[in-house]
C-alpha cells in the first residue's frame, strides 16, 4: 500500500498520549460495564460485562486480547470504538476523551467487527468506492486506495462481481479492507478470522504482519484462538469474566510458567472430584513438582523434569488406583497461562461471523 498520510487528528495534543515512540495511544482506566438493572416489573439482574479495565497500548503497537467468548473482548472494543456506552471508567484513544470527542476518535480509527458489513448486492469495487465516499476523501484518492486494497486483498480479479457471490473468506477480506481504506492511525479488529478456513486465515495473519510493518500501524486485536495470539501481538492482556487476569508479551507470559507442564485429565464420572483432590495431594509430594493445581478436568503441574516427574505421577496413581482419563507434557504455552491465572482451560467455540443480510441469494 501506499506510504503513511496524516490522518484527522494527528496533531492532537502530544501530552495527551499521542506523542513518539512509547506514548500510550490508547488508555483505559477503571472500565466498567453493567447490562440489565433497572426497576419496575420484569427487571433483570445486572450483568456485569466489565469490571474495572485498565491497561494502555501504545503508538505503533500490535496489541491483543485473548479470551473466550463472553470475556468482554467485544464490548471492550465496542466502547473504545464508540459504538457502545460505558457505565463508567476514562478512555483516552489517540489523545482525545471518550465522552467528549467521539467523533474526532471516529476520524482516526478503522473498526472490523465481528459482523461482515459488505453489501452483497454491490460488487467489491462498489463497496469499497461507497465507503471511500462516505470518508469524504477525494474522488482521485478513493480510486486510488480501492485499487490498493484490492491488489492487497487478493480481490482484483474478483473486484467487479457482486459481493454476494464472493465466499466466506473472500467477504471477510472485503469487510477488513473496508476498514483500512482511510489508512487509520489505530487499526481495531475484533476476532477478525473467526469462522476463516485455516489458508485463509494464514493469509490474513501475513497481510496484518505487512500492514502493520509497512504503514506503522496501530492494531487492537481481539481473539479467542492462542496461535493467533501467539503469532501477532507484540504484547497482549488475557481477559476473563470482564477483568484483565495476566498482561505482557507471549514470550514473557510463557516465562513465568518456569517449567515444564504436566496436564492429568481425570475420568468425569461421579468420583471425579475425589479423584482429583487425592492425584493433587500426591503429587504435591514430588520434589520436582514446583505447583500444581486442579482445573475443569483434571490437574495441572509444573515440574522441573518433566518427562521424570511425568512417569512419577503415572506410577503414583497408579498405586494407589487413580484413574486417568489422558496425561500430556508439554512446555509452556498460552494455553498454560490462560489455565494457570483462570483455572479451566480455554474453550474455542467456533462460529461463523454474521452478515449483515444473506449472499446466497439476491435482493429482490
Not at 476523551?97 to 476518535?105: H, K, N, T
Request: charged fraction near 25%; glycine fraction near 10%.
Amino acid at each position: 500500500m501506499a506510504s503513511k498520510q496524516q490522518e484527522p487528528g494527528a496533531g492532537a495534543d502530544q501530552s495527551n498520549g499521542t506523542g513518539g515512540d512509547g506514548a500510550a495511544i490508547i488508555a483505559v482506566q477503571d472500565l466498567v460495564k453493567v447490562y440489565g438493572g433497572g426497576h419496575g416489573p420484569g427487571r433483570q439482574e445486572p450483568v456485569r460485562a466489565l469490571a474495572g479495565l485498565g491497561f494502555s497500548v501504545k503508538a505503533g503497537e500490535f496489541f491483543g486480547f485473548l479470551g473466550p467468548n463472553g470475556s468482554g473482548k467485544t464490548t471492550s472494543i465496542r466502547i473504545i470504538t464508540t459504538l457502545l456506552a460505558k457505565t463508567s471508567g476514562t478512555v483516552r484513544v489517540a489523545g482525545y476523551d471518550l465522552e467528549r470527542e467521539p467523533e474526532a476518535i471516529r476520524r482516526v480509527i478503522g473498526y472490523t467487527g465481528q459482523s461482515i458489513g459488505v453489501d452483497g448486492e454491490l460488487t467489491g469495487r462498489e463497496n469499497l468506492t461507497l465507503l471511500g465516499r462516505l470518508y469524504h476523501l477525494p474522488a482521485a484518492t478513493v480510486k486510488t486506495r480501492v485499487e490498493e486494497v484490492l491488489t492487497v486483498l487478493d480481490l482484483t480479479e474478483a473486484a467487479n462481481r457482486p459481493a454476494y457471490t464472493y465466499s466466506g473468506g473472500m467477504r471477510r477480506r472485503l469487510d477488513l479492507g473496508s476498514g483500512l481504506l482511510h489508512y487509520p492511525r489505530i487499526l481495531f479488529l475484533d476476532e477478525p478470522t473467526t469462522g476463516l478456513d485455516p489458508q485463509t486465515r494464514n493469509a490474513v495473519w501475513e497481510y496484518l504482519r505487512h500492514l502493520h510493518k509497512e504503514q506503522d500501524m496501530t492494531i487492537f486485536l481481539t481473539t479467542q484462538y492462542m496461535e493467533e495470539a501467539d503469532q501477532l501481538c507484540q504484547r497482549l492482556a488475557i481477559i476473563d469474566k470482564g477483568q484483565i487476569v495476566a498482561e505482557g508479551t507471549p514470550a514473557q507470559l510463557k516465562a513465568e510458567i518456569g517449567a515444564d507442564v504436566i496436564t492429568v485429565r481425570i475420568p468425569r464420572d461421579a468420583a471425579f472430584e475425589n479423584a482429583r483432590d487425592r492425584a493433587l495431594a500426591l503429587v504435591r509430594g514430588i520434589p520436582t513438582v514446583k505447583r500444581a493445581a486442579v482445573f475443569d478436568e483434571g490437574i495441572s503441574v509444573h515440574a522441573e523434569n518433566g518427562g521424570a516427574t511425568l512417569l512419577d505421577i503415572v506410577r503414583m496413581m497408579d498405586a494407589e488406583n487413580l484413574p486417568i482419563h489422558h496425561v500430556a507434557l508439554s512446555h509452556p504455552s498460552l494455553d498454560e497461562v490462560f489455565l494457570q491465572h483462570t483455572g479451566r482451560a480455554m474453550r474455542v467455540e467456533e462460529v461463523k461471523p454474521m452478515s449483515r443480510m444473506p449472499f446466497n441469494r439476491r435482493r429482490r
